[in-house]
């Protein structure tokens, strides 16, 4: 079974700065799919960054970067120039890229992102 | 595109009586839908993967004739939760997958549920 950990429950970081959340995974698979979701207070889940593992290349979604390192199953989200907005829980989420009813997503248990103003 | 809502997004209902929770897929068809729920401060449990035209998949320790689950076309499923107790009062998120958009999961605004 795939495992994903989120070794930092709460982070913190002054607005404009730079602030990177960790996330490690356990899978014996080759193909899969990475996510980071972000969860604020209106608790809706809002996808922030997709990463194809078969994909070498680093997704970037505007200030959201990931750095992606297959081998060390590593899966960090980098967000630049912070935000107010940008305050929320973020959950690291694993897919096996398999169908057929291995469509469900492995969440880890996330990381509370403090904006300090 | 690859919205999902969901109603109602509160409930306050007795203890004894039935919920049901709807979840709908707005602008693309998803064969597959996802039920979670979410304790306070914690990340979200999976309840039961949806398939249209066939039965839920519940997970291990869900009572699955204590919440229903229909799917009955590609943009709807519901989830029904049945005899509700005061243990049950939660939040609840669905899902969608859109196969459109790299078989990404969408979701809905959640439901929060409170049984007196």
């Known amino acids: 079974a795939q495992t994903v950990t989120q070794s930092q429950p709460e982070m913190s970081v002054q607005e404009a700065e730079t602030v990177t959340l960790s996330c490690t995974y356990d899978?014996?698979?080759?193909?899969?799919?990475l996510f980071w979701y972000k969860q604020p207070p209106s608790r809706q889940m809002i996808l922030v960054i997709r990463?194809?593992?078969?994909?070498?290349q680093n997704a970037t979604e505007n200030r959201f970067s990931v750095n992606f390192q297959k081998a060390a199953k590593s899966f960090s989200l980098k967000i630049s120039d912070s935000q107010l907005g940008d305050a929320a829980m973020y959950f690291c989420?694993?897919?096996?890229?398999?169908?057929?009813?291995?469509?469900?997503?492995?969440f880890g248990t996330g990381t509370r992102l403090t904006i300090i103003p | 595109g690859a919205v999902v809502s969901q109603h109602p997004s509160r409930v306050i209902c007795k203890s004894g009586t039935s919920v049901k929770i709807e979840c709908r897929s707005l602008d693309f068809q998803a064969t597959t839908m996802f039920w979670y729920r979410q304790f306070p401060k914690q990340s979200l449990m999976l309840m039961a993967t949806?398939?249209?035209?066939?039965?839920?998949?519940?997970e291990q320790g869900v009572e699955k004739d204590k919440f229903l689950i229909n799917h009955a076309s590609l943009t709807l499923s519901t989830l029904t939760v049945t005899s509700a107790h005061p243990e049950d009062s939660s939040f609840y998120i669905c899902?969608?997958?859109?196969?459109?958009?790299?078989?990404?999961?969408?979701f809905g605004p959640g439901t929060r549920l409170l049984v007196l």
């Open positions: 899902s969608a997958n859109n196969w459109d958009r790299g078989e990404t999961q969408y």
């Open positions: 989420a694993y897919r096996s890229a398999r169908r057929l009813g291995n469509e469900k997503l492995t």
């Open positions: 990463q194809e593992a078969y994909k070498q």
């Open positions: 899978t014996s698979e080759s193909d899969y799919y």
């Open positions: 949806s398939n249209e035209g066939s039965k839920a998949t519940y």
